[in-house]
């Protein structure tokens, strides 16, 4: 059972469980916050802990567990968060990182995880008949939703009609100029001043009309309905 609380490096740990011992959640990029020191690698006995890496597992992450001397010392798996209902009609893969990783860094891994997310939406809503975009990352992103339609065969889509007509793929970088602008709405009045993550800001509960501990934090979930 895992929480948002995060150690060092952004490796979560789990709820009610101390943290010598039990599941830990990694993101890929930051494996290296898992590997050890040779101090604390001599007290890790084998199955000790659970490591799952969200979204994926990498061959990279595989490598810097083995260097750093834990690898035979963790059950490894990992967990396809994919798309996440943030509203009635939002599905976000919260990948915050993905601009600065794809534009800067050029690791076009986070294009992957879209095109898996959208043949897994094909196979609940029937296959979409038109992929439209504009911008190389959309390109790559309509290539592989190919490739994978190809591998996979029809039997993936289990013969349903399309629920979906078409799919519009944007690169960000086709427009910079949108999130610097001024924000027009209440909502996003407030995720500029207070950030919004995953559906949920977090307010005083003053702010919210809570008398008990009021200098306490809150979360508030966000949706169509407020």
Known sequence: HFVPDQGPDGVGRPQGTPPARGPLRCAPYRARAVAPTHHTRRRLR???YSLFFVPRRTLICEEILSHGGVYGALA???????LIPIDDDVLSLELPLSFKQCFLEGDRSALYYVARSLMKLQSKF????NIMGKGHCARSVADMMMRMGTQLGEEHFDGRAPEIDQIILIDRDVDLITPLCTQLTYEGLI????QIQNGFVTLDAEL???QQNPDQKRKKPLNSND
């Open 126 to 129: 029937g296959q979409i008949p």
């Open 191 to 194: 995720d500029e001043y207070f």
């Open 208 to 210: 919210l009309g809570v």
């Open 76 to 82: 490894i798996g990992q967990f396809d968060l994919d």
């Open 46 to 48: 084998p199955q000790e």
